[in-house]
T-cell receptor, first 116, second 117 residues
Framework: AQTVTQSQPEMSVQEAETVTLSCTYDTSESDYYLFWYKQPPSRQMILVIR??????QNATENRFSVNFQKAAKSFSLKISDSQLGDAAMYFC?????????????FGTGTRLTIIP | GAGVSQSPRYKVTKRGQDVALRCDPI?????LYWYRQALGQGPEFLTY????????KSGLPNDRFSAERPEGSISTLTIQRTEQRDSAMYRCASSLRSGGTSYNEQFFGPGTRLTVL
C-alpha cells in the first residue's frame, strides 16, 4: 500500500516571501500521479498542482511549483510571492495509474500561515 | 455547470441512529468517490463507483458503512448504528470517467459534517 508523509504540521511565511512544503511518499509503482491540494477555512478541496511521475520536468502553475525527486520519493511544493489568500491547509496526495486504482491517498496536511 | 453537491451540509445525530448522506455528482461524471476526513487529518478513501458499479469498497471501516449509486448518478452513503468515532467530514468527489492511463481530475463537494453525540 502507498503512504504519504507530511512532516511539517505547521509552517508560516511572511507575505511576499517564498515557502516550501515537504512531502515524501512510499510506493513500489513506477508510474503514478502526485498532487497538492489546498483546503482554505471554507474547507473546500482545491487542486493546486499535479505531477505525472513519468515526466522529468517539474510542474508549475503560476506562483506554485514542485520539486519532484522520483528516486528520493520526495514531492515538495514551493509557493512564491506568498499572499494572504494562500493561508490554508495543504495536502499532498498520491494516485496510482490504471483502471481500478482511482483512489487518492492523502498525507496529514501542513497548515500554512501567512504573516502580513 | 454546477459542481458536486452534498446534503445535508451538517448532520447531528445521536449514537445508535442511522444516517444517510447524499452526493450529487457533476452531470455526466462517470466516477464517484467517497472520502472521510477526521479533524486534523487528511481525507481517507472509503469507496468508489463507476456508473452504478461499486468498484472498490476496501476503505469502508466496517459493515455499518454502505454505499450505493443505483442509477449511476446520485449516491448515498449510509452509516447504521452510528458511534461517536464516526464523527467526521464526509466528502464526495466525481470525475469524468475512469482513468486507465489518462488523468481525470476528481472534483470535490463541500462535504457533510457529521457529529454523533
Amino acid at each position: 500500500a502507498q503512504t504519504v508523509t507530511q512532516s511539517q504540521p505547521e509552517m508560516s511565511v511572511q507575505e511576499a516571501e517564498t515557502v516550501t512544503l515537504s512531502c515524501t511518499y512510499d510506493t513500489s509503482e513506477s508510474d503514478y500521479y502526485l498532487f497538492w491540494y489546498k483546503q482554505p477555512p471554507s474547507r473546500q478541496m482545491i487542486l493546486v498542482i499535479r505531477q505525472e511521475a513519468y515526466k522529468q520536468q517539474n510542474a508549475t502553475e503560476n506562483r506554485f511549483s514542485v520539486n519532484f525527486q522520483k528516486a528520493a520519493k520526495s514531492f515538495s511544493l514551493k509557493i512564491s510571492d506568498s499572499q494572504l489568500g494562500d493561508a490554508a491547509m495543504y495536502f499532498c496526495a498520491y494516485r496510482s495509474v490504471g483502471f481500478g486504482n482511482e483512489k487518492l491517498t492523502f498525507g496529514t496536511g501542513t497548515r500554512l500561515t501567512i504573516i502580513p | 455547470g454546477a459542481g458536486v453537491s452534498q446534503s445535508p451540509r451538517y448532520k447531528v445525530t445521536k449514537r445508535g441512529q442511522d444516517v444517510a448522506l447524499r452526493c450529487d455528482p457533476i452531470s455526466g461524471h462517470v466516477s464517484l468517490y467517497w472520502y472521510r476526513q477526521a479533524l486534523g487529518q487528511g481525507p481517507e478513501f472509503l469507496t468508489y463507483f463507476n456508473y452504478e458499479a461499486q468498484q472498490d469498497k476496501s476503505g469502508l471501516p466496517n459493515d455499518r458503512f454502505s454505499a450505493e449509486r443505483p442509477e449511476g448518478s446520485i449516491s448515498t452513503l449510509t452509516i447504521q448504528r452510528t458511534e461517536q468515532r464516526d464523527s467526521a467530514m464526509y466528502r464526495c468527489a466525481s470525475s469524468l470517467r475512469s482513468g486507465g492511463t489518462s488523468y481525470n481530475e476528481q472534483f470535490f463537494g463541500p462535504g457533510t459534517r457529521l457529529t454523533v453525540l
